[in-house]
């Protein structure tokens, strides 16, 4: 399984873009990029999936490379609400034996 | 959709009990999965099934942790006995195919073994 590396912690003010970027530089051809969110006393919520280039939805966007080898989760202009911890995994999105491992997450604070 | 549901919010148990968590998957998904959060140890899966069969269960720590899936609609993860180093948050999350194919989980049931 491809194994993620990202940020332990970032700090943001209100109103700013924040990328979060995460490397994964033993990724599999077949593998996709997933993004989660977490908010404290709560499980992870989807935020974004994608293979190559940008995917863009309403929550964020998220930037891939061509080599894939790393990716970047754009939240624009975010707000104290965004204060969570943002987790990048990496697997396989069609084949049922390849189990997903969260890492230790991102923690971002969104100042005032 | 209520989304994943899981029972009860939060336990507390001495040690030496049996403690049993449920969960139901949103409908139609055909993978679930079990979690445990803890601070020490991050989200950790411990068993997963697809299609109500138990694919892996490497991840249960040891012989206390069992896992069914009767089926389609419910999930059980139970431990006996129970000891304080269980005390964690256990999140059931579901998929509608494949693993990574975006979860949804459960608000998830903090126990705490005393």
């Known amino acids: 399984l491809a194994k993620t590396t990202q940020p332990i912690s970032m700090d943001s003010y209100e109103g700013q873009e924040v990328n979060i970027t995460c490397s994964h530089n033993n990724i599999a051809t077949n593998d996709y990029i997933t993004w989660y969110q977490q908010f404290p006393s709560q499980g992870p919520r989807f935020i974004i999936q994608?293979?190559?280039t940008k995917v863009t939805n309403e929550v964020a966007s998220l930037f891939i490379p061509a080599d894939r080898k790393s990716s970047t989760l754009s939240l624009p202009r975010v707000s104290l609400s965004d204060t969570a911890v943002y987790y990048c995994l990496v697997g396989d999105r069609y084949n049922a034996g390849n189990m997903l491992t969260f890492g230790g997450g991102t923690r971002l604070m969104v100042k005032p | 959709d209520a989304g994943v549901i899981q029972s009860p919010r939060h336990e507390v148990t001495e040690m030496g009990q049996e403690v049993t968590l449920r969960c139901k998957p949103i409908s139609g998904h055909n993978s679930l999965f079990w979690y445990r959060q803890t601070m020490m140890r991050g989200l950790e899966l411990l068993i997963y099934?697809?299609?109500?069969?138990?694919?892996?269960d490497s991840g249960m720590p040891e012989d206390r942790f069992s896992a069914k899936m009767p089926n389609a609609s419910f999930s059980t993860l139970k431990i006996q006995p129970s000891e304080p180093r269980d005390s964690a948050v256990y999140f059931c999350?579901?998929?509608?195919?494949?693993?990574?194919?975006?979860?949804?989980f459960g608000s998830g049931t903090r126990l705490t073994v005393v």
């Open positions: 099934f697809n299609n109500n069969v138990p694919i892996d």
């Open positions: 994608g293979y190559k």
């Open positions: 999350a579901s998929s509608p195919q494949g693993t990574n194919y975006g979860y949804t």
